[in-house]
């Protein structure tokens, strides 16, 4: 009888562990509508951003957040998808223009190193840092931009308009550490006591 007790007890004990780990499960973020959806434990901006075939910039814009900025979030909460008919249409079109803007390169990079196809238009959105050449102990001086050269190749010359309205214009001269592995980043060279105090931004880009 003992035995029988014992053998009853340990399947309880088994069926238990089993129930928290079920529980403890992460759930993606729950569909409210097409343009909402409510945060479960474990999301993130880039889960949700995943998810929903858009990206953190855009969902960072559509929820009022600081681009590049800490997003944190809470289950409950109800997140805004970017809208085809709201102002985040510029993010859609900053996508597609970016797909036929890496299209366009890699079929004219052997040919030269600018693509005629994508001069003098918007590349789109993309975010923005600053860094100083000199601290990292390089002499490429100030004329440059750091950028992922699957889009813009070294030597391709930019015209970038940031959100403050600041124009700059700069000749991709490097890959950085973040550019390097975020197609929509560029690192744009600065000295140190010029880098604005904001650290982070977003800029409209263009290829001249």
Known sequence: MKKVLSIALASTIVLTALGATTANTVDAATTVDSTHVTVEKGDTYKSIAAENNTTISALEQANGRTVGGFDLIYPGETITLPSATSNTTTQATTSATTNSSAEATNTTSTQSNTSSATTGTSQGTFKISFYDPAVLGSNMGYSGV?????????????????????????????????????????????????IPSYGVTSATVEVI
Do not use: E, H
């Open 146 to 194: 750091a950028a992922n050269l699957s889009v813009f190749p070294k030597g391709t010359q930019l015209k970038i308009t940031l959100a403050d309205g600041t124009v700059m214009y700069r000749t991709v001269n490097d890959t950085g550490t973040f550019a390097n592995s975020n197609s929509q980043q560029l690192d744009v060279a600065m000295p140190s006591s010029s």
